[in-house]
T-cell receptor
Framework: QQQVKQSPQSLIVQKGGISIINCAYENTAFDYFPWYQQFPGKGPALLIAIRPDVSEKKEGRFTISFNKSAKQFSLHIMDSQPGDSATYFC?????????????FGRGTQLTVWP | DAGVIQSPRHEVTEMGQEVTLRCKPISGHDYLFWYRQTMMRGLELLIYFNNNVPIDDSGMPEDRFSAKMPNASFSTLKIQPSEPRDSAVYFC????????????FGEGSRLTVL
């Protein structure tokens, strides 16, 4: 079973600061690493995803950095805003599984102070 | 598209009672997943279906839990008898295999067993 280890468990950042969340995974034969964002009372929703043929992917203020040799990937939120306050989950697919079957990290609760 | 629809949104019941949670996936999606979210264990995959057929139910905690998908537009997760430790938010998610693997989650069913 895929294990995905996420840190930190919680993060407090001032408005305008950089939020960094890290994830490590074990061996995998698959090639898709997403981050999900969850607001209170809602289901998780895909935020950004990366495939390991690139080391970085940027979408607006959100960037994934991927280190295949270290089996690690991280989410960077630049110019963090109060509206970014949510729980963030990294995920990775189970080895040899179909697309869509994901195992999630334990989550990071991000609070951005105004 | 209406997204993944779950019902009920909230359920409060007494120990020993039967609980049935319902899910309508996004039309055209061929995979359906049931997840459970708790503070202690995070997001856990319980079971998933492909084309209405259960593929892996190894995450179902015990025989008190059962899930069915009688057709492409409906699935149920049943707990009988329910116990206080079943209290959690249960999410249904769906996706289409040939896409990037993005999971589309419903808003969840919050279950409280007294």
């Amino acid at each position: 079973q895929q294990q995905v280890k996420q840190s930190p468990q919680s993060l407090i950042v001032q408005k305008g600061g950089i939020s960094i969340i890290n994830c490590a995974y074990e061996n995998t034969a698959f090639d898709y690493f997403p981050w999900y964002q969850q607001f209170p009372g809602k289901g998780p929703a895909l935020l950004i995803a990366i495939r390991p043929d690139v080391s970085e992917k940027k979408e607006g203020r959100f960037t994934i950095s991927f280190n295949k040799s270290a089996k690690q990937f991280s989410l960077h939120i630049m110019d963090s805003q109060p509206g970014d306050s949510a729980t963030y989950f990294c995920a990775a697919p189970d080895r040899g599984s179909t697309l869509g079957r994901l195992y999630f990290g334990r989550g990071t609760q991000l609070t951005v102070w105004p | 598209d209406a997204g993944v629809i779950q019902s009920p949104r909230h359920e409060v019941t007494e120990m020993g009672q039967e609980v049935t949670l319902r899910c309508k996936p996004i039309s055209g999606h061929d995979y359906l997943f049931w997840y459970r979210q708790t503070m202690m264990r995070g997001l856990e995959l319980l079971i998933y279906f492909n084309n209405n057929v259960p593929i892996d139910d190894s995450g179902m905690p015990e025989d008190r839990f059962s899930a069915k998908m009688p057709n492409a537009s409906f699935s149920t997760l049943k707990i009988q008898p329910s116990e206080p430790r079943d209290s959690a938010v249960y999410f249904c998610a769906s996706n289409f295999m040939k896409t990037t693997g993005e999971l589309f989650f419903g808003e969840g069913s919050r279950l409280t067993v007294l």
